[in-house]
């Protein structure tokens, strides 16, 4: 993998290339959907209820990202998934963020924060950063790159992207989501453009001064696949930013609906999947083919599938 202080999206492409993939990986552990095989390990802890399910959680990521990393290059835990066990949810993450690096994988925090100024710079640090405790300098978190809430203004996004240039990391700003009434505010008509537009048009600003050498910025967007035609429109708007979509698989897009996420030179856009990934032993054709009890195998081949799906439309 390529030196860590290079620019975020350079990195970003040359694993793009060196996997010939770009999934995004999303580590989003449904407790329930894991197997029983690996909560068996843990039996002992059964008793401390949240403790318990953070070790599995651990031990299930720990197996998945053995699994994925010789097809795909990236990963992204969804931090709601481990604060839900509180402190020992979030020790999961942390070690989870840890152990993907150490397999050579980008890792994207997926904490969508934004706050008033101060807060944010905390917020820059804690995820992108460093924190000195008496002249003794930590690493909290050590993500890759995390995605940010723009809601409240520049002035809140403005931390991110000084910590981002200061340790070569990465943003996802929050541009057009996935979820069925993102319209209900994103949609809206500003003078003559959508709300969404706007924030995009901004994004490309905020981004201008972190492009790498391969022409990308280390600023992208979260763009949702389940809104195709609006993909087009923002693809324009953005040029030079990676977009990071999400809503292929489960949420129901498909490699057709995020062709145009690309760019010309087939690059510009990661792509996420989640649970048909991670729990792809409960659905078709994994679930009769395989089920449960080799739900690794299940998960390693929806992961190639959706690998080729890609590449087909960029061929």
């Known amino acids: 993998m390529s030196n860590l202080m290079e620019n975020f999206a350079d990195r970003l492409t040359a694993s793009v290339y060196e996997k010939k993939s770009c999934v995004v990986v999303g580590l989003d552990p449904y407790f329930k959907l894991i197997p029983d095989t690996i909560k068996q390990q843990f039996s002992n802890l059964y ?3 949240l403790e318990y ?9 720990k197996q998945v ?37 150490q397999k050579g994988l980008i890792v994207i925090g997926d904490v969508k924060r934004g706050d008033v100024p101060s807060t ?28 940010v809430n723009p809601f409240l203004g520049t002035d809140s996004v403005q931390p991110f992207i000084q910590a ?25 008509t500003c003078g003559e453009k959508k709300l969404h537009e706007i924030i995009a048009e901004r994004t490309h600003e905020w981004g201008k001064d972190l492009v790498g050498k391969g022409g990308y910025s280390s600023i992208g967007a979260v763009v949702g696949a389940t809104f195709p035609h609006e993909l087009s429109t923002l693809r324009k708007i953005m040029p030079a930013a990676y977009f990071l979509v999400p809503g292929y698989g489960t949420q129901g897009a498909t490699a057709k609906d995020i062709a145009c996420c690309f760019n010309s030179d087939g690059l510009g856009a990661i792509i996420n999947a989640s649970r048909s990934i991670l729990y792809a032993y409960n659905t ?18 929806s992961l190639m599938k959706m690998n080729e799906e890609i590449r087909k439309i960029l061929s």
Do not use: M
């Open 53 to 61: 399910a953070s070790r599995v959680i651990l031990e299930f990521n």
């Open 47 to 49: 008793s401390n209820a």
């Open 65 to 101: 990202i053995d699994i994925i990393a010789p097809y795909a290059g990236i990963v992204k835990p969804q931090i709601a998934f481990y604060e839900l066990y509180g402190w020992q949810g979030i020790r999961t993450y942390g070690e989870t963020i840890q152990y993907a690096k």
């Open 284 to 301: 078709s054709p994994w679930k009769e083919k395989y089920g449960i009890g080799s739900w690794k195998e299940a998960t390693r081949e």
């Open 120 to 147: 944010a710079e905390a917020y820059a640090e804690a995820h992108l950063g460093q924190v000195v405790v008496d002249n003794i300098i930590e690493t909290p978190f050590s993500s890759d790159a995390i995605t």
């Open 164 to 188: 981002a240039k200061k340790y070569q990391k990465g943003l996802f700003i929050l541009v057009k989501t996935s979820n069925p009434l993102s319209g209900e505010f994103q949609d809206l």
